[in-house]
Nanobody, 124 residues
């Protein structure tokens, strides 16, 4: 069983930065594509970024493109989300998950084995 564990969330002022980490609890996920999603208060969970198993390609939501960077270190079994120029609308619980189905990198239905999430709050 693979169970991602997110960390690195917190409270930051607008314009600040945070780096989220996603590590495995259980079997390594180095062979999987990985995605970051977020769920703002009262809203649906939405795609943020994804990365292929070898890091060769990355995918971003338009709302974070140019501000967030997804990366991975397979030797450490960890996926990262560097978030810069944070805005209050980035406030959400951030989740990572494994991409285990299909072709679309942006579709939440293509992902499984969700972590518990880490809260990111951006104050104005």
């Amino acid at each position: 069983q693979v169970q991602p564990v997110e960390s690195g969330g917190g409270l930051v002022q607008a314009g600040g930065s945070l780096r989220l980490s996603c590590g495995p609890s259980g079997r390594a996920f180095s062979g999987y594509g990985m995605g970051w999603f977020r769920q703002p208060p009262g809203k649906e969970r939405e795609f943020v970024a994804a990365i292929r198993w070898n890091g060769a390609s990355t995918y971003y939501a338009d709302s974070v493109k140019g501000r967030f960077t997804i990366s991975r270190d397979n030797a450490k079994n960890t996926v990262y989300l560097q978030m810069n120029s944070l805005k209050p609308e980035d406030t959400a619980v951030y989740y990572c998950a494994l991409k285990v189905y299909g072709d679309s990198w942006y579709d939440i239905a293509m992902y499984a084995y969700w972590g518990q999430g880490t809260q990111v709050t951006v104050s104005s």
